[in-house]
DNA sequence: AACTTGATTCTCT
DNA sequence: GAGAATCAAGTTT
């Protein structure tokens, strides 16, 4: 009994020929469970792009699950178009996006099989790479950095030309995995509006963090059940 | 209208 | 100062 467990923690690759290398030393957790827990687990992780002949790292500190079974406030809702064609993709590949016409949003896709997903990652903590971000984030405070999905990526100059690349240091962009953050907190997504699912609680934020984006003082004030994720097909 | 940002203006502390 | 409100800035749906 124990050997086909441990088989399971020594190759995870080889039942998941799909899933990118450098997040096979995340706990099991990060892959075999939905949406939700793997935006739990990205918490305190590091993303990592290597660009330019520089590196830079930051740790995240606040992220967003979208999509799952029936998610109104996730692009994959009406299902599969040329923009969102990632979330449908396989896990851990990036889903980077344009949004407002202006800035971009990064993304990673984390559907269970057969159901779209992706999280939205909405800030990270400067690491390493300090002099690049603030190359092209000129004028910014430090703390402003990473500190919203569309700050991110211009800090780290993620575009379009990011979209659907398998997160792996061979890709040049990837997540480091760290210990499970302590303390986090699930709040509302932010900017949804009147979205049905606007009060769902898919926002996870490290609350110590001055890096993340400031939690709403009021929340939507018109509750609805979240749907219980399951592995049913969408449509 | 949209999973945002930056600038401005207002309020309150 | 901090925080809320307002507006405008491309592109896609």
Redo the contacts with the bound molecule.
Sequence with gaps: MSSAAEAGQQRPAARRPDFPEALEALPPAFYERPILQVTRALLGCRLVRDHAGRRLVGRIVEA?A?GGLVDP????F?GT????RSMFGPRGHSYVY??????H?M?IAAGDPELAGAV?LRAVEPVEGLAAMRER?AG?EDL?LCR?????CAAYGLDLSCDGLPLSRRSGLWIAASPRLRGVRWTPR??????PAASWLWRCVDPGSKYA??T??RWPSTPRPQPALSRAPLR
């Design positions: 967003e979208y406030a996730s692009h994959s009406r178009t040329p923009r969102c344009r949004i407002y016409g202006i800035h949003c993304n939205l984030r910014r402003e919203g999905p569309g700050r991110l932010v900017g949804l509006g009147a979205n984006t400031p709403p003082r």
